[in-house]
């Protein structure tokens, strides 16, 4: 008789591109229940907390943990410069690691269904797709009249054109710094007037 009672279970796959964005869409939902000990900020967009592993902030807090934005589900320690992304901030949160983390960020971000064990094989390796990093950056952008991007326009002589496709954001991602900066963003136009793939930062 052949005994299985020892046969390892396989491992469960998660597409963790997939598992990281659905975190960053729905930040709001399960950062605060992590972080039980975070202060909510006044415009509730954020969570304040002493560094990121949750601790109270004293103050306004030195770590802060994006519940919406270019950002969601990020945290940036800006007294240490760390920085985390939303697996890193449930690990910090919960002390779990490897595969437990995974299955963990999986139920968090409301994904039952596993990746295929086995990825078709390929010729060419697919292109990350940004589509939703950009979609957030632009719904954070307003038309630049009488935003500091107007200022920097003039200030190079230049006036608003007055375009729909030239927009002002407060807070464009610099993970370089670990901080956001103002910018502007252009919106891309191919010649028949279609939009176009990406965005242009400045």
């Given amino acids: 008789m052949i005994d299985l009672n020892d046969i390892a279970v396989p491992k469960t796959r998660h597409d963790l591109a997939a598992v990281k964005e ?21 415009d509730r967009r954020s969570l304040r907390c002493a560094d990121l ?40 949160a919960t002390g779990l690691c490897d595969g437990a983390l995974f299955d963990e960020a999986a139920r968090l971000a409301g994904i039952d269904h596993p990746a ?9 390796r697919a292109r990350p797709n940004h589509s939703a990093e950009i979609a957030r950056l632009v719904g954070g952008a307003v038309p630049i009249a009488g935003t ?22 407060p807070d464009l991602p610099d993970f370089d710094s670990c901080r956001g900066w103002p910018g502007l963003i252009a919106i891309l136009r191919l010649p028949g007037g279609e939009r176009a793939p990406g965005i242009h930062r400045t």
């Fill in 22 to 42: 659905r975190l960053a869409c729905t930040a709001a939902d399960w950062l605060p229940g992590l972080f039980p000990e975070a202060r909510l900020a006044r």
């Fill in 53 to 92: 592993s949750g601790r109270p902030p004293r103050k306004e807090g030195s770590c802060t943990i994006h519940l919406d934005g270019p950002y969601a589900g990020w945290g940036f320690d800006y007294a240490t410069g760390e920085r985390a992304g939303p697996i890193d901030l449930i690990a910090q």
């Fill in 116 to 124: 295929p064990r086995s990825a078709p094989t390929s010729s060419m």
């Fill in 148 to 169: 500091p991007g107007e200022t920097y326009l003039r200030a190079r002589g230049l006036s608003d054109p007055g375009s729909s496709d030239l927009l002002f954001h």
